[in-house]
């Protein structure tokens, strides 16, 4: 079974940083794409950042210049590093993968979500 696990959610003021991670874990062959979306009350699920296996990675405007997705292949792990944060970006954050698993079987799956709140 595959599944994605993650964590560093909380609470933090205008101006800080936080650090998510999503690890991966399972029979895995290889990841195609980890991602990170968010959604606050009311809003629709929405990209904040992707990775690629050839390691492009592709931001939502209103994050560039403050977050940073980075991977960790070994560990089959991502991370969103945000340092700014505003208190729009309060919202759950989810993990998102597209992987093949040891049996060469294509899956896209989501983390349970991790809460971001940010207070003025």
């Known amino acids: 079974q595959v599944q994605l696990v993650e964590s560093g959610g909380g609470l933090v003021q205008a101006g800080g940083s936080l650090r998510l991670s999503c690890a991966a874990s399972g029979s895995i062959f290889s990841i195609n794409r980890m991602g990170w979306y968010r959604q606050a009350p009311g809003k629709q699920r929405e990209l904040v950042a992707s990775t690629a296996s050839d390691g492009s990675t592709n931001y939502a405007d209103y994050v560039k210049g403050r977050f940073t997705i980075s991977r960790d292949n070994a560990k089959n792990t991502v991370y969103l590093q945000m340092n700014s944060l505003k208190p729009e970006d309060t919202a759950v954050y989810y993990c998102?993968?597209?992987?093949?698993?040891?049996?060469?079987?294509?899956?896209?799956?989501w983390g349970q979500g991790t809460l971001v709140t940010v207070s003025s």
């Open positions: 998102n993968a597209a992987l093949f698993t040891a049996a060469r079987r294509y899956l896209e799956l």
